[in-house]
């Protein structure tokens, strides 16, 4: 999870920081990685190289979004649904991050998907075959076949 302390200024005019949560969870970036083709990474890596900036951003944001959520209290959830992304669109912290990403460029983009991506999976989505799972989720999957 990523955990991202943004300062910003609330409509009032007041200056503020708070936390806001990111995160991606094993079976959410399977599904991303099985959704695309050839890929996650390889289809990132085709926007970058196409140059297509309009097409790098919009997948970038619908990308930074689909991490967004608000944690519990007692840690034991983080919800992610439409109405709490967009409240996120609304609030003045979402100008404040995506500005940082078009003035910090790739490294910026980068950082924040590297901070999302479990340690323990960033290996496995860097190294995955598009057309394959099981190194993506950490073990072997067999159809028909039960996991202990």
Do not use: W
Not at 6 to 16: A, R, S, V
Not at 23 to 32: F, H, V, Y
Not at 75 to 100: Q, S, T
């Amino acid at each position: 999870m990523l955990t991202k302390a943004i300062t910003y200024e609330d409509y009032n005019g007041n200056k503020k920081t708070k936390n806001f949560y990111f995160n991606l969870t094993r079976s959410e970036i399977a599904k991303m990685h099985l959704y695309e083709d050839g890929g996650l990474e390889n289809k990132i890596k085709k926007m970058v190289e196409s140059g297509n900036n309009k097409e790098i951003f919009n997948y970038f944001e619908d990308f930074v979004l689909s991490c967004y959520g608000e944690k519990s209290a007692d840690g034991e959830e983080f919800v992610k649904n439409d109405e709490i992304r967009e409240r996120f669109k609304n609030h003045p912290a979402y100008d404040v991050l995506f500005m940082e990403f078009i003035e910090g460029g790739d490294k910026a983009m980068s950082d924040f998907i590297n901070g999302v991506i479990p340690p323990s999976m960033a290996d496995a989505v860097k190294n995955a075959d598009p057309n394959s799972i099981n190194k993506l989720v950490g073990f072997e999957v067999v159809p028909g076949k039960t996991q202990e």
